[in-house]
């Protein structure tokens, strides 16, 4: 793994940065050619050649999500769900894929609607037991797909059990880290193989660049094949979008403890509120995954979600009565975004009617209190 000797705060900053070698500048500039000139005996001096391939602020992007995760090498996409695709195209049809039933409505949908008619088989399960993972994994199994915290129930799985799981059936691991983000959570430190980030999210920061990453523990014929997915397949991102992304990064640490303080001053108001049934936000003690996220993880992230008495006609009230939240689907921006989160994933959610998903921001937490209060005063 590329082991830094330094803390992350500073990674954040310095990781995949530096002088340009041409001029200096301590912004990188964005390389936009498509095509790299060869040297005269048709080799490619500066090691770049097409940038479906291969482009400099690319390789700066994905140098600087490899440290920050601890990881061999880091792939960058152009969504998170492309890079979701690309481990799944990696596998072979007939292989089966265990995922955690309360992932991300897209990475759900993309395995049922689009990989299954592939013949990828693919099971979901309750991640958070592990007698149930160990049972579901057949002589097929070839991948375990976790996400914790989880999307939008914010359930928390033992990375540390599911990797001891995984290699005992010789079975690769994912951990999409997308909620948690390496400043609060490093599934490599757990045994995990591969990390998944939505680098839209947190890593952005600021809800104006879409980007994927995986980021893996180790180089070996999997990567490679990633590797050859990412740059055949195409679904890469623009060197603008990589400057973006690297640009966030900077402030990854700063952003994420921020809004994590927030979102808990927030969770503990909600768990107090006569209008609110459930709080899910593994920083209140009363969550079942209290103990272990606080194990796992060095902070609880700033997504939370809550259900309301009177079911989906006031989760609906309280989103549409916000003033300072903006209603959008969405998480990871400076700014608090708040959704009625099934009527967003459609017909075949599984997430209850009258929850509500927040994504907190940087605003003050005393502001952001006052308006869902207000919001929820006519319950």
Not at 1 to 29: F, N, W
Not at 83 to 99: N, R
Not at 186 to 202: E, I, N
Request: with cysteine.
């Amino acid at each position: 793994m590329k082991k830094s000797d330094h803390h992350i705060e500073t990674d954040c900053v310095h990781a995949g940065h530096g002088p340009d070698a041409a001029t200096a500048a301590v912004s990188p500039p964005i390389y936009l050619s498509t095509t790299f000139e060869r040297g005269p005996d048709g080799s490619y001096p500066k090691g770049f050649s097409y940038a479906r391939v291969a482009n400099p602020n690319r390789a700066q992007l994905e140098s600087c999500l490899a440290v920050l995760e601890g990881g061999r090498e880091a792939l960058a996409f152009s969504s998170g769900v492309a890079a979701a695709m690309a481990v799944f195209q990696a596998l072979k049809p007939g292989d089966q894929v265990l995922c955690t039933e309360d992932a991300y409505h897209g990475i759900r949908r993309l395995l049922r609607e689009v990989l299954q008619p592939w013949r990828l088989q693919v099971r979901f399960v309750d991640s958070t037991d592990p007698a149930a993972v160990r049972k579901a994994i057949t002589p097929t199994t070839r991948l375990l797909w976790v996400e914790t915290p989880s999307n939008p129930l914010l359930r928390i799985t033992d990375l540390a059990a599911m990797a001891e799981i995984a290699q005992h059936a010789q079975v690769l691991t994912v951990c999409d880290n997308t909620f948690a983000t390496p400043v609060l959570q490093r599934p490599f430190d757990f045994g995990m193989d591969l990390v998944m980030h939505s680098a839209t999210k947190y890593l952005g920061g600021h809800s104006d660049v879409m980007g994927g990453v995986i980021v893996a523990r180790e180089s070996n014929a999997f990567t490679e094949r990633l590797r050859l997915l990412q740059s055949e397949a195409g679904a890469v991102p623009s060197p603008f979008d990589c400057w973006l992304i690297l640009r966030g990064a900077a402030t990854l640490h700063l952003r994420i403890r921020a809004q994590s303080h927030n979102a808990a001053r927030i969770a503990e108001f909600l768990a107090r509120h006569k209008a609110v049934e459930q709080v899910f936000y593994p920083g209140l003690a009363i969550h079942p995954g209290h103990a272990l996220a606080a194990r796992q993880m060095r902070g609880f992230g700033a997504v939370l979600s809550f259900t309301l008495r009177g079911g989906q006609a006031a989760a609906m009230r309280c989103v549409a009565g916000v003033k300072l939240f903006t209603r959008a689907t969405s998480l990871g921006g400076v700014e608090s975004l708040i959704e009625h989160r099934a009527s967003m994933e459609g017909p075949d959610t599984s997430t209850p009617d009258n929850l509500v998903r927040a994504s907190v921001g940087v605003e003050h937490a005393d502001d952001l209190i006052a308006d869902l209060d207000q919001a929820m005063a006519s319950q």
